[in-house]
């Protein structure tokens, strides 16, 4: 760990000019404003919003949102979910495979503890037979751990993960999933919640119209097996997806009954290149890079931020030009190094020790990067650090 | 932190089969062959070693260096130099500009730390005349806050960068060193060491040509600033530079006087696509990120490794056979997940729960992702896990 916590702590209250480089700052204005824009807009749809914590990964944040209306997290990773049990937050779901036995029974035990503890709720998803039984045989066992052979105990909510166009996981849409229904409902310690139908590729699509055609496609994908669940006398409690790329799409589909969008909170300078949608909300960045000059020369500068500070998967940072004729193109320096020339607008190259602003091209692996991240209320020009915010499952990958 | 320190404690003796997925192993053996066969190379060619931690942020990897007959190390970032010397590691060079003057506060202090403590040397790599005098104006200070006014006091080695291709950081070969050397020895605390001449991007050029070509310009480029150097009377200690995929040309140079090599110890998968120079010692890959299948298809499989267990700056990781006809093509599924179809040779696609091994396209930045590297001996079919080395620099960026 690159600064001590005692660090942190001093760090509140000191203006922003004085936060060190390279350090992930949220412009917590923004943040809060994109937070209201969409618990405004999931009111206004009637749609539960579970929005994704592995955005975050911060208990504190999450916390934020279940207070602003989510009813609760998604994450991707159990060690993810037990971080968010652990912080306090009661609704959790596994939005993804867990296949591993011994993952399995850290799953079960985690379902129990929720329902002990706070009367919450775990939900997981599911893609294949195997996986429903070894999830039963997990919950089953850790009945037996917590109730010395009494059969009665703790249920998980269980999705059936459709492919809906992401080409990942998820079974075929269509009688696949009323199979995997069906076994789901042969346990009495899972109960069958509805499908999980996340089309991650639509996000995306760079023209509101190609969304429309990928979200169309999904939507006909999620009501064929619908009516195949129903003809077969399986209710469909909930259908769960969406990211904030399509997330107007899915709210106005009248199938969706829940959004996972989680990336709003901070937007991507990859969200931010798709054309918007007019029904979106307008979402801002509220995630940054502070970075400074440390190289300085005729036609290009050098920041000490690389990609150990800001993940390149989703494209390079975009320079955030606080003046007219600062406009900058950050190119690729390597691990820890930036390289900036001028772009359309600009007029002269930062100095050495110049502060700038980067807007990550994907903010969910960029955040997995830091320790913290830098709260700052007031702007990036005058603010102030407010708090000091953890990401308490930074690398918990497992 | 995804497994909490004592999870990992237990894990000593344990077969690799029992290793958690997604989880970052190194094959022990094949990093020591290739520790063994750098430290045969340096030898052999007369040249001094200073591996660069950037790639392991390991105190114990570091050690292991020294014992195995390296000077020291380099490190790129302030935290990750203090991390070294908190460790035990004497000599550290760090092979890169640092321009804040708070950061350059705590370089004076390491300096006087490394001095006092153990005997050994801080070095660090300036560009500027702005970043001369303010490191010597840090130096001075700390001299003034440990003697109480006191003159005399530890010395920080600085080299001058040189722009030798890289097109980074760096002054022009030339006038420019010369000048930023005289600057430098006005100043008592500092001492002019040499040159930093590293050509990063020769690194990955594909053929033993292009590389030649490459770092034959980079030796022109400083022999002409070495004469000049010379005409003033200044001699050049050391010129110190290469990586893993040039480092057979710098030694061979008569120019350089220490390589900064890192990767060789655990080989990329970018640096195996290069062609290899006949010269160069048969480095083996000895990193790898043990992953599982989670989702199984007709037409791939995906497992549970994505860019958050990985970096894919320089491409994406190939998948280790271990059986023939387990051939697979890794291909991106996002920050959780990886794809898997049929690549030459493949007869069957893995099922679920199987356990497979990816090469990183980059290790520096892999390592980064990670909390610890589980180290395995005996190989990855039927090793044990014989200890567990701490990332203990992960995230020290500032």
Known sequence: MSTPPSRWSEMAGKPVQDIDTPSLVIDLDAMKRNLGRMAEFAKKHNIRWRPHAKLHKSVALAKMQVKAGAVGVCVQKTAEAEIMVAGGVHNVYISNQVIAPAKLARVARLAQKLAVQGGGQLAIAVDSSEGV???????????????????????????????????????????????????????????????????????????????????????????????????QGIEVGLVTGAGTGSLVLEAASGVYGELQAGAFMFMDADDARNERDPAQPQFEHALFVKTQVMSSHSDHAVCDAGHKSHAIDSGLPLVHALD???????????????????????????????????????????????????????????????????????????
Chains 1, 2 share one sequence.
């Open 133 to 231: 039984i070894r999830l039963a045989q997990a919950m089953t066992q850790a009945r037996i751990n917590a109730h010395a052979g009494s059969s009665v105990g703790t249920v998980i909510d269980v999705f059936v993960e459709v492919d809906v166009g992401q080409g990942r996981c998820g079974v075929e849409p269509g009688s696949a999933a009323v199979t995997l229904a069906l076994e789901i409902r042969k346990h009495p310690a899972l109960r069958f919640a509805g499908l999980q139908a996340y089309h991650g590729k639509a996000q995306h699509l760079r023209t509101a119209q190609e969304r429309r055609v990928a979200i169309a496609s999904a939507v006909a994908a999620v009501v064929l097996t619908r009516e195949l669940l129903q003809a």
């Open 324 to 398: 007219p004729g600062s406009e900058l193109e950050y190119f690729n320096g390597g691990d820890e190094h930036g390289i900036l020339r001028p772009a359309a607008g600009c007029t002269r190259l930062p100095g050495l020790g110049q502060m700038l602003w980067l807007i990550p091209g994907h903010c969910d692996p960029t955040v997995n990067l830091h320790d913290v991240m830098i709260g700052v209320s007031g702007g990036l020009r005058q603010g102030t650090v407010e708090r000091i915010i953890r990401v308490d499952a930074r690398g918990a990958m497992s």
